[in-house]
């Protein structure tokens, strides 16, 4: 919303590395061949026997070595050179067609997948030849929904032969030196017995504002004059991919570097075919995740109904209810979001349940919470993270003690323990974290429950989390004045989660939480979910 295997109980001694020691640390932050042909002019089906296939390639993967030259340096002018593609995914062999605009003479295309790769963070998977720059047309705008469409020619389309499941950015390098990004996810299209990380696509285009529109403002910056509908097919602003280096980048690098098995999607595709759910250890929604379609919701409560663990690692998550509608590049390249104006939106009369507003709202009100164990519930806000369960397994290894902070950790945007609203139960809150927004006193809480099907689901309660996973680096130029100790604790408290997550139904194998919501939150009564 913001306008940004180890078993039994892990509690003893015996896993501590000493406080001192610990928070004193700063630890680590954590060519395939394809061919393109200039432009002229994959299916999700879900598998009865998962493949082991994808799943050696990516681990063979991770041994290669990276190139570190993968970042962008000056991108110049927002004209200069920028791009998208007519695909928010595909899977592996599958082609997208890439459409750039440029005043430069002439561009090469380099494919990055996002890694650990010895700390390079990425490897170059296949780069083009020299392609033909043009300046293509101005944006059109629908005026209906004031929703802006590229409406470019296709540059090149390119073949991913051989390019490894993954996270991907395009980095266009014009000629003349500037640069620009372009994401793409290379998915999996099962993930049985891997932990799945699902990127928060639709979020990325909220915030969108190329070509002068978001779901947040119009042209003139005014929140009257947003659009109530945004498209993939367009350019993102900035460098290209801010929402997944702020957001994402950094828990892709952590949990590949850990070695555990991983399958990637995007929440448009899970919306699309929730098969790729299907049998998978866990699920990740990543740094910030507001905009949900309700299939998406209902897809991930089924499978951590049926023993997948779902992890939380933002704030504000599954907050805004959307729908997916056709583009010019095909089915669901647009995120539709009337929000306040739901009086506007067409599916009031008769499809009331897919009516864009926030979940918590009429017309088919369903916070959020009751899948989160969390309840959205300001911004801004910037207060110290507060430790409330040094005990629980989550924090083994960190050193902490009860009331132990790290500044600036929780922030912008913070979810609280809300007993009024639909609460899971057993839910443990494991960190409380005083803080003041617009004027207000509140908290912010991380929090953990578990389900009858022994699936963990763990929400952090802040949008830095993933963030905080490079603090005190050069990686990350947005610390929010976090340090390498905060980011050492969130580190170690992340690999907790991940290689705990990954091992299957978390209530098999560690402690099941203690539910405190009556003794943090006393004499408030409790909507059970």
Known sequence: MDDEAIRGDVHGPGHALGRRRFLGAVGAAGAAVAGCEPSGGGGHGRAARPSKAPRRAVDAERSKPGDADWRIRPVGPQNAVEGYTDKVSVVPGEGFGLYVSTTAPGLRVS???????????????????????????PPLLIDATRTVRAGWRRTVRVHTGGWPEGAYLLRLDAEGGHQRYVPLIVRSDRAAGRTLLMHGVATWQAYNTWGGFSLYQGQDGAYGTRSLAVGFDRPYDGNGAVKFLVHERALVVLAERLGIPLAYTTGVDVHRDPGVLRGAAAVISLGHDEYWTPQQRQYVTRARDAGTNVAFLGANTCFRRIRLERGPGGADRTVVCYKSAYHDDPYLANRRDLVTTDFRQPPAADPESSLTGVFYEGYPTDAPYVVHAPGHWLFAGTGVGRGDSFAHLVGVEYDRVTPGEPTPEPLEIIAHSPLVCNGRSSHADSAYYTVPSGAGVFATGTMRWVEALMAGTRESGRNHGMDGRTAAFVRRTTENLLRAFAAGPCAEHRPKPRDNVAAVYPGVSRVRA
């Not at 990055?112 to 047309?137: E, H, K, M």
Request: hydrophobic share 35%.
């Open 111 to 137: 494919a990055y997948r996002i890694g650990w790769y010895g700390g390079a963070q990425a490897r170059l998977i296949w780069r083009s030849g020299r392609l033909p720059g043009r300046r293509q047309s």
